[in-house]
């Protein structure tokens, strides 16, 4: 992928974090010495990993310079390491791999994830999050400006109908490779304020792919456009002015 925009992800950084944290509170894992913030981005949970383990070594581990340029900014005290998800490997077997809304963004999940959970010592952990929203109204607006669009040939081969599985795919995966798999899903009902803010919120990722095939700005602007028209439809603002947008969050997390 192209250049991230860390202040466009961080628009709702609060709500993007929330479920980050909520798999953190389920690793049970005491005194790791070495834990890993794989697809760290800006950096905005590595410390929350570092006040759960304090006494840790923590590295975040990101493909993005613009998000490790956040990072190490606002936290120089934590060691920062350039490398794409699917390629990376710790020089010594970890205490824990952290990777919150980053595995999405490959494929390959039944030979990755028993790759990755191989990289964790006995007693450690593989603790994973992606969102599992593509089938909500968002992604099929997506889908519906993609193919509607001037730009159809360009747009339509970048969508990925179904990157992340159903639970029951990881469980099958994952369960040969760890002595205990805790796995479970949650439905957020994200309350946003702003004008169009589901557009604003797919705009700093899942829709990115889409905008970044196209390289005329006047036409990037158009087929955004065309998508917020279509997700203003489907997800209006409520009495107060807020708009709701439910997001399903899928959590694993394999005990080595």
């Known amino acids: 992928m192209s250049q991230w925009n860390p202040d466009q ?5 609060d709500l993007r974090f929330r479920p980050g944290l909520d798999l953190l509170a389920r690793i049970a894992v005491d005194n ?3 834990v890993y913030d794989l697809g760290c981005g800006t950096g905005g949970l590595t410390p929350a990993l570092a006040g759960r383990w304090p006494e840790a070594r923590i590295i975040g581990v990101d493909s993005s310079a613009e998000m490790l340029e956040t990072a190490r900014a606002g936290h120089p005290d934590f060691d920062w390491i350039s490398a794409n998800a699917a390629d990376w490997h710790p020089d010594s077997p970890a205490d824990v791999i952290y990777s919150n809304a980053c595995l999405q963004w490959l494929d390959g999940h039944e030979t990755l994830f028993p790759k990755l959970a191989g990289f964790v010592r006995p007693g450690g952990a593989l603790a994973i999050q992606m969102p599992r929203n593509y089938s909500s109204p968002s992604h099929v607006c997506m889908r519906e400006a993609a ?5 159809a040939e360009t747009l339509v081969p970048v969508l990925r109908a179904e990157p992340v599985a159903p639970p029951e795919t990881y469980y099958d995966i994952l369960r040969p490779h760890c002595r205990e798999l805790d796995i479970w899903e949650t439905v957020y009902m994200q309350v946003l304020e702003g004008d169009n803010p589901v557009a ?3 705009r700093g990722t899942a829709l990115k792919p889409l905008l970044d095939a196209i390289d005329d700005e006047s036409e990037r602007e158009a087929f955004f456009g065309a998508y917020s028209k ?5 997800y209006p603002k409520r009495a107060d002015g807020k708009t709701l947008f439910p997001f399903r969050r899928l959590f694993m997390v394999a005990q080595v």
Request: proline share 10%.
């Open 9 to 13: 992800y961080l628009k709702f950084a």
């Open 200 to 202: 604003e919120w797919t």
């Open 32 to 34: 790791p010495a070495t």
């Open 230 to 234: 279509l997700t203003q439809k489907a």
């Open 147 to 151: 193919t509607a669009s001037p730009l």
